[in-house]
Nanobody
Framework: QVQLVESGGGLVQPGGSLRLSCAASGSIFSIRDMGWYRQAPGKQRELVARTTSGGSTNYADSVKGRFTISRDGAKNTVLLQMNSLKPEDTAVYFC?????????WGQGTQVTVSS
């Protein structure tokens, strides 16, 4: 019933920027937090950025100062602005919404940083 759809991924050169968007199409109740995760080749899935319903944010050390997470509650949307991209940012990025009971995931969007 709940579907999370990511958009905005693609191929970008080092130093470039991308904005990822995640829109939830169904009704979601009791949201605890929303965030972005990524999984790069040869690595485990890791937290990139997270924001709670109270407005707190948390970032991976590797992206601090470069990435910004934000929410649009009226549109059930979470955004990830990615600046100064590096080749090591290459990964499949997944949107996540955590409620009191369930964790919802998008299907992922590919981000490739290469010259």
């Amino acid at each position: 019933q709940v579907q999370l759809v990511e958009s905005g991924g693609g191929l970008v050169q080092p130093g470039g920027s991308l904005r990822l968007s995640c829109a939830a199409s169904g009704s979601i109740f009791s949201i605890r937090d929303m965030g972005w995760y990524r999984q790069a080749p040869g690595k485990q899935r890791e937290l990139v950025a997270r924001t709670t319903s109270g407005g707190s944010t948390n970032y991976a050390d590797s992206v601090k100062g470069r990435f910004t997470i934000s929410r649009d509650g009226a549109k059930n949307t979470v955004l990830l602005q990615m600046n100064s991209l590096k080749p090591e940012d290459t990964a499949v990025y997944f949107c996540n919404i955590q409620t009191h009971q369930w964790s919802y995931w998008g299907q992922g969007t590919q981000v490739t940083v290469s010259s």
